[in-house]
């Protein structure tokens, strides 16, 4: 059953490196050796996203391997059975767009796993199609570090990558979330593909969470409300607000908004266990 509401709504990653030549240097008469650096240096996951909250939360920085040999990078928040992906739009913030929602969600007792999908922040750019391998090696790391139920949430086309893997049948997850997402089939990378979002979205058969904003102009608003109209799911929900803005800016910035701690939190509480 869809239901369909009108809610009010509140509210390069640079990588430094500084490797020496090596040498001797010349002072005053006395010859100093000057030893090259072993390996360039880059910020940490709080420097990056310039976030005490995060340095407060002391993320563990992980890394694991795509099916197709891409090499990825996630941080984790949390720990305990109830585990989520979070996937982020295409800005080149890449994982620090979920901040401070990353650190809401794991003071809310979830085990957060926030990831830079293929291309982007510290993860590799073998091929830049196979999002959807992304988010199910992402769900097999999170289970292997104890999570029982995994529910991927993604922002624009993090929201669209959770619906072409949750539309393979090799998927893991318990149920999505898409934010300001829409037509999967060109995320898509598994078997019988299709150009026909319908066709896939009709093979997703896990509870999803659509949302999307009037005010969005970052999306194609009529696309995202066909696509989830679509969903076969059987327990799937279609929010619409009034407000709200684009993809993650829908949970709040400083403060999580009414959405945040309404629909959003009800049902991520509702599937993971």
């Given at each position: ?14 990588v430094?490196?500084?490797c ?19 390996t ?7 420097e990056?996203?310039?976030?005490e909250e995060?340095r407060a ?5 992980v890394?694991?391997e ?7 990078f996630a941080v984790?928040?949390?720990d ?10 295409t ?15 794991a003071d809310a007792?979830f085990?957060?796993l ?19 391998l ?6 097999e ?24 893997t ?19 089939h060109?995320?898509y ?5 299709s150009?026909d979002?319908?066709v896939?979205?009709k093979?997703i058969?896990v ?12 999306m194609n ?17 279609y929010?619409?607000l ?5 993809a993650m ?14 629909d ?8 993971s266990?």
């Amino acid at each position: 059953m869809i239901v369909t509401r009108v809610l009010p709504a509140l509210l390069l990653c640079v990588v430094a490196a500084a490797c020496g030549e090596g040498g001797e240097t010349s002072s005053g008469g006395e010859t100093t050796t000057v030893s090259p650096s072993a390996t360039p240096t880059r910020p940490s996951i709080d420097e990056r996203c310039s976030s005490e909250e995060l340095r407060a939360a002391a993320p563990t920085e992980v890394s694991f391997e795509a099916s197709d040999g891409t090499e990825l990078f996630a941080v984790e928040l949390g720990d305990g059975p109830r585990g989520l992906v979070l996937l982020h739009t295409t800005m080149s913030t890449a994982l620090c767009g979920w901040t401070p929602a990353m650190t809401w969600l794991a003071d809310a007792g979830f085990h957060v796993l926030a990831m830079d999908s293929r291309c982007s922040g510290y993860s590799g750019c073998e091929t830049g199609k196979g999002f959807d391998l992304d988010l199910i090696a992402a769900t097999e790391e999170l289970r292997s570090r104890g999570a029982e139920t995994v529910i991927a949430v993604g922002g624009s086309r993090g929201g669209s990558v959770t619906l072409a893997t949750a539309a393979r049948p090799d998927h893991d997850l318990d149920a999505v979330v898409d934010l300001s997402g829409g037509w999967p089939h060109e995320y898509y990378t598994g078997p019988s593909p299709s150009d026909d979002p319908a066709v896939l979205a009709k093979r997703i058969d896990v509870p999803v969470l659509g949302a999307a904003a009037r005010d969005d102009l970052g999306m194609n608003l009529e696309e995202h409300r066909a696509v989830h109209h679509a969903i076969a799911a059987e327990d799937k929900e279609y929010v619409l607000l009034k407000e709200g803005g684009h993809a993650m800016i829908m949970l709040g910035l400083d403060e999580p908004s009414a959405f945040y701690r309404g629909d959003f939190m009800t049902f991520l509480e509702k599937h993971s266990r």
